[in-house]
């Protein structure tokens, strides 16, 4: 199964859930003009790629947990576009949700996408107690021990020095809680063991700091059509990035030594557990610049 089968399953329980829960139309159409958008469903991929590491088929159950992932990241990005926050008028190639809905329309679309995930996991047939436990990861990754801490520090930091620490710290938060949150959610899935589980969540930690590492690379490498939003922004605001700390050659160096680390750990636990790393590793890959 290719990534494109992925993809269309992932987009497919997105459209189930908002048919079947009919909320008032223009609430659906300001989600679905951001979910829709496109985007490389990185988080949800991972996941259902770990999924199927671990030897199991996928479902229609494993699709609607993907899909959570998915939609709170969607969240995030409607709401750091907002003139509050990073001020961007593009997103995935169009306008921004709230240059096409309002801002007041925007938050709120943020706002369910936030807390909808966790309706679908309530409805997911799966072990009860995987429920609870996804649940505990889902918001451990994204609220105020995830990503919203990492976005308010990251938007403190706009106001003064950081040093390298510092922004490895936010980052940790910002992306890398979400980007664990895949390997952790398919490891839970699966019924592996608390051991494994801390593999997992270290795999994700060292993929989350490789892909916020890319993000900088890409913009001020990359321009509109390929990034789909404002390329050069980090710069012109004086965001502190890899870029800032590391030079461009150390920043693609730093985000080549953190996917060996995560190779390594695919490595070793293809060696401690029946795991097929292939198509995880192929996913992997991809985060090279």
Same mark, same amino acid.
């Given at each position: 199964?290719?990534?494109?089968?992925?993809?269309?399953?992932?987009?497919?329980?997105?459209?189930?859930?908002? +048919?079947?829960?009919?909320?008032?139309?223009?609430?659906?159409?300001?989600?679905?003009?951001?979910?829709?958008?496109?985007?490389?469903?990185?988080?949800p991929?991972?996941f259902?790629r770990?999924?199927? +590491?671990f030897g199991?088929?996928?479902?229609?159950?494993?699709?609607?947990?993907?899909?959570?992932?998915?939609?709170?990241?969607?969240?995030?990005?409607?709401?750091?576009?907002?003139?509050?926050?990073?001020?961007?008028?593009?997103?995935?190639?169009?306008?921004?949700?709230?240059?096409?809905?309002?801002?007041?329309?925007?938050?709120?679309?943020?706002?369910?996408?936030?807390?909808?995930?966790?309706?679908?996991?309530?409805?997911?047939?799966?072990? =009860?107690?995987?429920?609870? =436990?996804?649940?505990?990861e889902?918001?451990?990754?994204?609220?105020s021990?995830?990503?919203?801490?990492?976005?308010?520090?990251?938007?403190d930091g706009?106001?003064?020095?950081?040093?390298?620490?510092?922004?490895?710290?936010?980052?940790?938060?910002?992306t890398?809680?979400?980007?664990?949150?895949?390997f952790v959610?398919g490891?839970i899935?699966?019924?592996?063991s608390?051991?494994?589980?801390?593999?997992?969540?270290?795999?994700?930690?060292?993929?989350?700091?490789?892909?916020?590492?890319r993000?900088?690379?890409?913009?001020?490498?990359?321009?509109?059509?390929?990034?789909?939003?404002?390329?050069?922004?980090?710069?012109?605001?004086?965001?502190a990035?890899?870029?800032?700390?590391?030079?461009l050659?150390?920043?693609?160096? +730093?985000?080549?030594?953190?996917l060996?680390?995560?190779?390594?750990i695919? +490595?070793?636990?293809?060696?401690?557990?029946?795991?097929?790393?292939?198509?995880?590793?192929?996913?992997i890959?991809q985060?090279?610049?």
């Amino acid at each position: 199964m290719d990534n494109k089968e992925l993809l269309a399953g992932i987009d497919q329980a997105i459209k189930d859930f908002y +048919a079947s829960t009919n909320p008032v139309n223009h609430l659906r159409e300001s989600i679905l003009y951001s979910v829709d958008a496109g985007g490389k469903r990185i988080r949800p991929l991972f996941f259902l790629r770990t999924v199927q +590491a671990f030897g199991l088929t996928l479902t229609e159950e494993h699709y609607k947990v993907a899909s959570t992932v998915e939609l709170i990241h969607t969240s995030s990005l409607i709401h750091d576009d907002l003139p509050a926050m990073d001020d961007d008028d593009y997103r995935r190639g169009r306008l921004t949700n709230h240059k096409v809905y309002g801002e007041a329309q925007a938050i709120l679309a943020g706002d369910v996408l936030l807390l909808d995930p966790y309706n679908i996991l309530a409805r997911t047939k799966i072990p =009860s107690q995987q429920i609870v =436990s996804l649940v505990l990861e889902l918001s451990l990754a994204s609220g105020s021990f995830g990503m919203v801490a990492g976005q308010v520090l990251d938007m403190d930091g706009e106001k003064r020095e950081l040093n390298l620490a510092d922004l490895k710290a936010i980052h940790a938060l910002k992306t890398g809680k979400m980007l664990t949150f895949p390997f952790v959610a398919g490891g839970i899935v699966a019924g592996v063991s608390k051991e494994v589980l801390e593999q997992l969540r270290s795999l994700g930690e060292h993929v989350g700091l490789a892909f916020q590492i890319r993000d900088d690379i890409k913009d001020v490498t990359a321009d509109f059509s390929e990034i789909g939003k404002t390329p050069g922004k980090d710069m012109v605001h004086d965001k502190a990035t890899y870029i800032k700390f590391y030079g461009l050659d150390g920043a693609k160096k +730093a985000l080549s030594e953190e996917l060996n680390q995560a190779r390594l750990i695919v +490595a070793n636990l293809t060696e401690s557990v029946d795991l097929d790393p292939v198509n995880l590793l192929e996913l992997i890959d991809q985060l090279e610049v």
